[in-house]
């Protein structure tokens, strides 16, 4: 229950990816017929993911991941005395990029969430100053899976014509995507949070945004992004596009949806002191961020992984010591509740009994660990 961190691949995206490791493995710059093969695989996956994204497919740049993209859109965009809004609940190839970015003379403003952590649009117009060139803000959190307004956010861009980029990794597959309807000059995706391989990933650009590449070279990708393609790589993604797009199509996703809620009741319903981080805020189908009161969050995830449940914190561990998730500090979570949280991100390959089997084993465990936490035992020896 962590497909947030990354997702299987398919084997329909498999099946689609290798015949471009063996037989057609041409180098889609060349002339001969295998290098034809390999320009028709990939402007094709090109158009698949346009149709995911709302967008014309010359407007769709292969990359090697989320990273990549968003580290394109803001160094490709911003030069020194510029002015750029952000969020402090970005993921870090955001947030990292604009520190890089801030030691180049490059002015960041860092807007705080609710507590919801939800970016409030207002805040956003409250921060541009005459120099802003760019905002960017994450179309859905990976920690809590809140969806941001984007579209609102889109709309302040376009009255002030500031570019403004999305981190979409963790909406693509999960929630319809409109670049037209959001207003986002950039959008970043990632193919391994989407049953694509990893070390893949794809940058919208909109027709007119100045790009300036980060890797030069030949001519690839409009000159956008230069390296030979990594062919199977791109045919996987495209593959997963079009997948995705029939899962939003059909209804599917809602099967994840209903397994999330059931997992959360049974938890609020199970275990005592728990809470949903991001509650009353729109989410995406598949994650939920849950406080569960004295325990260490990191030493429920062992336990869990010890009896076969795969799930995560946000918190990372920094010189030896860990730091509560920034994104749920952001929310003003306190600090203890911050650290005893966890992420359950459901993903297509999860089942009902797998849901059941997380029931089963969560409250014993918790019950476990609180029973080794002092600050437990003492509250709970007052109150006998
Ligand atoms: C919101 C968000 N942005 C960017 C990334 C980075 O993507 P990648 O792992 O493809 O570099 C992630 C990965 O966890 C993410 O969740």
Redesign the pocket.
């Given at each position: 229950m962590d497909s947030?961190?990354?997702t299987p691949l398919l084997p329909e995206v498999l099946g689609a990816m290798s015949p471009f490791f063996t037989q057609s493995f041409g180098n889609a710059s060349s002339i001969h017929h295998y290098g034809q093969q390999a320009r028709g695989a990939v402007e094709r996956a090109r158009e698949s993911v346009a149709r995911l994204f709302s967008c014309r497919a010359a407007e769709v740049v292969f990359t090697?991941?989320?990273?990549?993209?968003?580290n394109l859109a803001l160094f490709g965009t911003l030069n020194p005395g510029d002015h750029a809004i952000t969020s402090t609940i970005?993921?870090?190839?955001?947030l990292n990029a604009f520190k890089a970015l801030q030691s180049q003379g490059i002015d960041v403003s860092y807007v705080e969430v609710d507590s919801r952590g939800v970016v409030e649009p207002n805040v956003i117009r409250r921060a541009m100053q005459p120099n802003t060139k760019l905002i960017s803000v994450?179309?859905?959190?990976?920690e809590t899976g809140v969806l941001q307004p984007v579209k609102e956010i889109g709309v302040i861009a376009k009255e002030a014509s500031v570019v403004f980029h999305t981190?979409?990794?963790?909406a693509a597959g999960k929630v319809p995507i409109d670049v037209n309807e959001i207003g986002c000059h950039l959008l970043?995706i990632?193919?391994?949070?989407m049953h694509a391989p990893?070390?893949?990933?794809a940058l919208y650009v909109r027709k007119g945004t100045l790009l300036r590449p980060m890797m030069v070279g030949g001519n690839h990708e409009r000159q956008r992004r230069a390296g030979t393609e990594n062919l199977p790589g791109i045919v996987g993604l495209g593959k997963a596009a079009d997948i995705a797009m029939d899962a939003l199509a059909n209804g599917s996703i809602h099967r994840i949806a209903a397994m999330r809620d059931r997992l959360e009741d049974g938890i609020f319903g199970k275990i005592d002191d728990t809470g949903l981080n991001g509650q009353g805020a729109p989410r995406v189908p598949n994650t939920t961020n849950i406080h569960i009161d004295h325990i260490e969050g990191e030493a429920l995830i062992i336990a869990l992984d010890l009896k076969g449940l795969a799930v995560s914190t946000g918190a990372a561990c920094s010189s030896g010591a860990i730091e509560p998730s920034h994104v749920l500090t952001a929310m003003k979570l306190p600090s203890a509740q911050a650290r005893s949280s966890i992420r359950f991100s459901l993903g297509k390959h999860n089942s009902e009994s797998d849901v059941d089997f997380a029931l089963s084993i969560l409250p014993e465990t918790v019950a476990r660990l609180r029973e080794l936490s002092p600050v437990y035992n003492k509250k709970a020896a007052l109150s006998c």
């Amino acid at each position: 229950m962590d497909s947030n961190a990354t997702t299987p691949l398919l084997p329909e995206v498999l099946g689609a990816m290798s015949p471009f490791f063996t037989q057609s493995f041409g180098n889609a710059s060349s002339i001969h017929h295998y290098g034809q093969q390999a320009r028709g695989a990939v402007e094709r996956a090109r158009e698949s993911v346009a149709r995911l994204f709302s967008c014309r497919a010359a407007e769709v740049v292969f990359t090697s991941g989320g990273t990549e993209s968003d580290n394109l859109a803001l160094f490709g965009t911003l030069n020194p005395g510029d002015h750029a809004i952000t969020s402090t609940i970005e993921h870090h190839a955001v947030l990292n990029a604009f520190k890089a970015l801030q030691s180049q003379g490059i002015d960041v403003s860092y807007v705080e969430v609710d507590s919801r952590g939800v970016v409030e649009p207002n805040v956003i117009r409250r921060a541009m100053q005459p120099n802003t060139k760019l905002i960017s803000v994450m179309m859905a959190n990976n920690e809590t899976g809140v969806l941001q307004p984007v579209k609102e956010i889109g709309v302040i861009a376009k009255e002030a014509s500031v570019v403004f980029h999305t981190d979409a990794v963790q909406a693509a597959g999960k929630v319809p995507i409109d670049v037209n309807e959001i207003g986002c000059h950039l959008l970043s995706i990632s193919g391994h949070k989407m049953h694509a391989p990893q070390g893949i990933g794809a940058l919208y650009v909109r027709k007119g945004t100045l790009l300036r590449p980060m890797m030069v070279g030949g001519n690839h990708e409009r000159q956008r992004r230069a390296g030979t393609e990594n062919l199977p790589g791109i045919v996987g993604l495209g593959k997963a596009a079009d997948i995705a797009m029939d899962a939003l199509a059909n209804g599917s996703i809602h099967r994840i949806a209903a397994m999330r809620d059931r997992l959360e009741d049974g938890i609020f319903g199970k275990i005592d002191d728990t809470g949903l981080n991001g509650q009353g805020a729109p989410r995406v189908p598949n994650t939920t961020n849950i406080h569960i009161d004295h325990i260490e969050g990191e030493a429920l995830i062992i336990a869990l992984d010890l009896k076969g449940l795969a799930v995560s914190t946000g918190a990372a561990c920094s010189s030896g010591a860990i730091e509560p998730s920034h994104v749920l500090t952001a929310m003003k979570l306190p600090s203890a509740q911050a650290r005893s949280s966890i992420r359950f991100s459901l993903g297509k390959h999860n089942s009902e009994s797998d849901v059941d089997f997380a029931l089963s084993i969560l409250p014993e465990t918790v019950a476990r660990l609180r029973e080794l936490s002092p600050v437990y035992n003492k509250k709970a020896a007052l109150s006998c």
